[in-house]
């Protein structure tokens, strides 16, 4: 039996290549058990407009007649998409990178979430902080990472273990002049503990800068989610980086023997290590 699996893979200016790192990870999943599969795919622009994703899941359902819909998906559409696969009896087995806490699904047989977890990083950022005996925390994000659910994720177990936020420092999306400096003073000021910083994309790009002007991680314990310390950012500037702890589900460096292996396959197949999608 061939299983046909509808795949809804959204477009990315930050990560363009994201779509196809996902696809190569599921046809390698897939090369690697006994079952004939085959791919159906769909682009969904940025995977903010609900009527398009709705609308390329119709389309694998009726038209392309698929088993399974997957998906590199966010949350918006998602309430529409998990009732329609349900009155469709269609499986959704979709990922998300989780920088919010994932909407529950046990009310819908039909779907499940395969999560990157990046809240869950930062919960148990909150957790262990108090243990390191980091009590007052400072946040560091953009305005556009800030929009997500990591802020509420570390405070959910920073206060339940006596932890309290410091202050938040949010770059704008036109960066101010010398905002290395007021990071800089912004530290200064609140005195943290330590400091949580999640930023993604060129954002990240942007405040490794003043990370290195700043020479912040030199006066403070620092941490930072996966993709706001990955490979490329910290290139060329190890030495500013030293010390940066990062806190992600998931790293190349991770020494267990299936990651190993799965790392070694990828390379096999594409010639490249994988990302996190």
């Known amino acids: 039996m061939n299983i046909k699996i509808g795949t ?20 390698l999943g897939a090369k690697n058990t006994n079952t004939n599969c085959s791919f159906i795919i769909e682009g969904i622009g940025l995977g903010a407009d609900e009527k398009i994703i709705l609308d390329k899941a119709q389309k694998l359902t009726i038209q392309d007649d698929v088993n399974i819909i997957t998906g ?25 990178l989780g920088a919010t806490i994932p909407k529950k699904t046990e009310q819908n047989p ?7 977890e990046l809240y869950m990083s930062a919960m148990l950022f909150g957790k262990h902080a108090s243990k390191l005996k980091y009590k007052n925390i400072a946040l560091s ?3 556009y990472d800030s929009g997500y659910g990591l802020t509420s994720a570390i405070e959910k177990t920073l206060c339940e273990t006596g932890g309290k936020f ?28 330590a400091v949580f910083a999640f930023h993604s ?29 990955d490979k490329q950012i910290i290139k060329g500037n190890e030495s500013s980086f030293t010390g940066l702890k990062c806190i992600s589900p998931w790293q190349l460096e991770e020494k267990r023997k299936a990651n ?11 010639d490249k290590i994988p990302s996190y999608f």
């Open 72 to 96: 590199l998906l966010g949350h918006v559409g998602l309430n529409q998409l998990q009732e329609y696969v349900k009155n469709m009896e269609v499986v959704l087995l979709y990922s998300d």
């Open 166 to 193: 410091a202050g938040h420092f949010i770059t704008p999306l036109h960066p101010r002049e010398k905002e290395s400096l007021l990071m800089s003073e912004f530290i200064h000021e609140v005195s943290p503990d």
């Open 201 to 229: 994309g060129i954002y990240a790009q942007e405040h490794s800068v003043y990370l290195k002007e700043s020479k912040i991680m030199a006066k403070v314990p620092f941490f930072s989610t996966a993709f706001g310390a």
């Open 110 to 116: 039909w779907v499940f979430c395969n999560s990157f």
């Open 8 to 27: 809804l893979i959204p477009h990315s200016k930050a990560y363009p290549k994201m779509g196809k790192d996902f696809v190569n990870g599921l046809k």
């Open 260 to 270: 190993k292996e799965f790392i070694q396959k990828y390379k096999d197949q594409y």
């Open 141 to 143: 994000s953009s305005y």
